[in-house]
Structure formats: C-alpha cells, structure tokens
C-alpha cells in the first residue's frame, strides 16, 4: 500500500512518514504534501504532486479539507482525514467527496479508543438505569475541555440512553439527576491522553480506562484506517464500519 500524507511537517504527519518509512504494515511512502514544506522532497500543494498513491493521510488543518477532498477526487483515491473542527462548508466537502471515493473520518484515529466506545455502548445497553461519567486526562497545554474523545464517546452512549442529558463538571450544591452522563477534564503535566468510563449501579461498578502513552498510537491507526479503506466503495467510514 503506498501512502500519500498531507500536512507531512507536522508532529503527527513526521510521526505518519516514520511509520511508513518503517513499512509499519506494510505500508510505504509514496509522497508527502506540506503547505509549510522547505523540505525539496516534500511539495507544498496536492496539486504539485508528481507520484500516485493508493490512499491519502490527511494530518494537516481542517481548512485544508475542501482542498484536499478535490484533489483526492479528481485522482479517486481514497482518503483518511484526521483532522477535526470542520465547519459546516467543510463537512459539506467532506460528504460531497464520499458520494465519489471512500472517506475516512474519525474523530480519534486510535483503535484502543474505538474499542473502549464499543465496551461502553454495550455496558450501557446493558445496565440501563446505571449512572455513568466519564473523565478524561491530558496534558496542562491542551486548549479544549472536556476533549473531542470524551464528547465522541458521550454521543456513541447516547446511542442507546437516548434521553441522556450531559453533565460538564459538577460542582455546587445538587444531587445527581437521573439520565446524567457526567464528562470531567483534568488537566496536568505532559499526560497525553487517558478517557475513564464509569458505569455504576447500586451494586457494581464497571470501569472501562483506556491509556495512551505516546502520539504514536495515532499515526498507527490512521494506517490501519488506509489499509481498510482501500478497495472499499465510495461512502463515508469511521471507526465503527473498521472494526466491524
């Protein structure tokens, strides 16, 4: 499988290329795309591209998308986009190019996280009346609270609680109400990255905890991802249809 990575120079895009480079499975470079690029081996533009490659990895900027949707359907090739905070035109873009090629969206690309959602779904389903939080960890640099994974992991439990309200912090004074999904962030050191789901009844717990020690982990599921995705037909993908 050769591999196209836009948005190569930064910290996830050079983490993308030493996979590759290391035939991470099976894998390898076909070409690297960097609006920032000084690197003479790595263009600026899709468009400047003189290689083919048999599936895209976008770690770049969400204002990229439009652009590199385009490019990935005027060549029909395959696209993982790993990105997040697409505004509403660029959500468009990314739903107009899967009608055309297949598209992989997510808003982790770990697989430890996609499976963590898939446990919760299903303690959920199964302990209908059980009180549920959730609390993630990162580092004290991280901007937004609680984090895109804790939001993404509320909405697949919501799936089956539909009446579930969410609770962001809790503090006063107040008992829980019934329905809760409670979310708390911490924020402290170099963390990078920890999601606890907490189901409780008046008799057990269940705690699904899911760890990340390096960045890493990232670059290895949007891999995994491209390797899924070639050969599919056109749609829109995530997590859920991969681990299927």
Known sequence: MKVIVNGACGRMGKEVLRLLDEGYRGAERAGAVDAFSTDPA??????????????IIDFSHHAATPAICAYAVKTKTPIVLCTTGQTEE?????????????VFRSANMSLGVAVLCELAVSAARLYPDADIEIVEVHHNRKLDAPSG???MVADRIREVKTDATYK???????????GEIGIHAV?????????AVLIGTDTETITIKHE??????????AVVAASFLVGQTAGLYDMREMLK
């Open 42 to 55: 790595i263009v600026k533009t899709p468009d400047e591209l003189t290689v083919t490659g048999d599936v």
């Open 212 to 221: 990340a020690h390096s960045r890493s982990l990232f670059a290895e599921g």
């Open 90 to 102: 660029e959500l468009a873009a990314i739903n107009e190019a899967a009608k055309s090629i297949p």
């Open 187 to 195: 924020r402290m050191g170099n963390v990078v990255g920890e999601h």
């Open 149 to 151: 994974t804790a939001l």
């Open 168 to 178: 962001l912090g809790r503090a006063g004074n107040a008992k829980r109400e019934r």
